[in-house]
């Protein structure tokens, strides 16, 4: 079957740097995306890693090890508004978003 | 650009009844997906259709039905609800192919 396990609760304060965690077991991998949700919002896009390495995207930062089956999401200089739920999702075959499955989310909190 | 419209955004309704949630995609997007969103489950696949057709669809009870219009506006439909059925339900667009999907803000189902 396919799974994926990230930490349910991460707490920094602002300014900080922190680090979430997402491991995948998946009959097959196309690549690795993480999302952020705030309280009664929508889930938006932040970044998707299909090769091994770092992707840098202003404050935040993906970083996928296909052999470990492991990536993370950096997020650095946080803010109050970084404050939300951030879900790791990966693609395990090509073409369907049925073939996109999403871990159960990290929920962020940043403290003054 | 519009971004994918979801109606309504909340709604109530009694065990046994029928409800159906409408779902306008990104102008130009093919694909349009549907999750089942409770907490602590993170977002459940329900089913995606493709240009009018059943692309794939998740591990649901046949209660939960959709279909998509020529215009790629969806509908989905829960018979004989249940109170296990009462969750945020999100639905994506996305072109077809690529990696990004992008949510709408949801229709917040109660079944009492």
């Known amino acids: 079957g396919q799974s994926l396990e990230q930490p349910s609760e991460v707490t920094a304060v602002e300014g900080a740097i922190v680090q979430i965690n997402c491991t995948y077991q998946t009959s097959g991998f196309y690549g690795l995306s993480w999302y952020q949700q705030h309280d009664g919002g929508a889930p938006t896009f932040l970044s998707y890693n299909a090769l091994d390495g770092l992707e840098e995207t202003g404050r935040f930062s993906s970083f996928l090890s296909r052999s470990d089956s492991y990536g993370y999401l950096l997020l650095q200089e946080l803010q109050m508004k970084d404050s939300a739920s951030y879900f790791c999702a990966v693609r395990f075959d090509g073409g369907s978003q049925g073939n996109l499955i999403f871990g159960k989310g990290t929920k962020l909190s940043v403290k003054p | 650009k519009a971004g994918v419209t979801q109606t309504p955004r909340y709604l109530i309704k009694t065990r046994g009844q029928q409800v159906t949630l409408s779902c306008s995609p990104i102008s130009g997007h093919r694909s349009v997906s549907w999750y089942q969103q409770t907490p602590g489950q993170g977002l459940q696949f329900l089913f995606e259709?493709?240009?009018?057709?059943?692309?794939n669809k998740g591990n649901f009870p046949g209660r939960f039905s959709g279909r998509q219009f020529s215009n790629s506006r969806s509908e989905m439909n829960v018979s004989t609800l249940e109170l296990g059925d009462s969750a945020l339900y999100l639905c994506?667009?996305?072109?077809?192919?690529?990696?990004?999907?992008?949510f709408g803000e949801g229709s917040w189902l109660t079944v009492v």
């Open positions: 259709y493709f240009s009018e057709t059943q692309r």
């Open positions: 994506a667009s996305s072109p077809g192919q690529g990696n990004t999907i992008y």
